[in-house]
């Protein structure tokens, strides 16, 4: 029987999420992200009145789409998504169009100041293909982030999603992303 495709993704469990932003900084350290621009945020989300103000964190970054509109668009073909979903941008093919920054529904991306190409979260495809974790999953002090395989039954991620419930951002966009966050 043929081995069935890995299918990456990343579950977030935003209610632990104190807003410390190490992700961001071990994302910028790891993927030299120049100031100024980001590859992943904090979201942060003011609700109710005084004195019962709550304040709510959701970090976000490239969904990973299953169905990217930034790749349907991309003139050149450097927009592009492997065989385990990650989706990619080939720095030579980007001609800094910007097409990508505004198909996209999540202001995933953003135009590199020095290389003037788009650039984006990769999940940090380097790390991953030597067996090793986004800098940012592994640096979350709150454990957040939980990165792997949904099509591996006996991943973390795999079981977090069929016990638990969950939302993803926009659905109605038919993007299909890859960020789930539990409820
Ligand atoms: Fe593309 Fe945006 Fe989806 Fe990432 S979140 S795959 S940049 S459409
Ligand atoms: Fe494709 Fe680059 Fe243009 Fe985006 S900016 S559409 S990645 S060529």
Sequence with gaps: MAKKLKRY?????SKKCIDCKACVVACKAENEVPVGVYRNRINVERSGEY???????????????DNPS??????????????DGIVL??????VG???CIIACPYDARFHHPETHTV?????CVQRVDRGELPACVETCPSKV??????NDSRS???????????RVMKPQTGNGPQLYYLL
């Design 97 to 99: 169009c910007k097409y």
């Design 9 to 13: 993704a990343l579950v977030l469990d």
């Design 119 to 123: 650039d984006k979260c990769t999940f």
């Design 70 to 83: 930034c790749v349907r668009v991309c003139p050149t073909g450097a927009s592009w998504q492997r065989e």
């Design 145 to 150: 982030r939980v990165f792997g395989d949904l």
């Design 51 to 65: 004195p019962k103000l709550r304040t709510s964190f959701d970090p976000e970054q490239c969904h990973h789409c």
């Design 156 to 166: 973390p991620i795999h079981l977090l999603l069929a016990t638990r419930r969950y």
């Design 89 to 94: 941008v080939n720095y030579d093919d980007c």
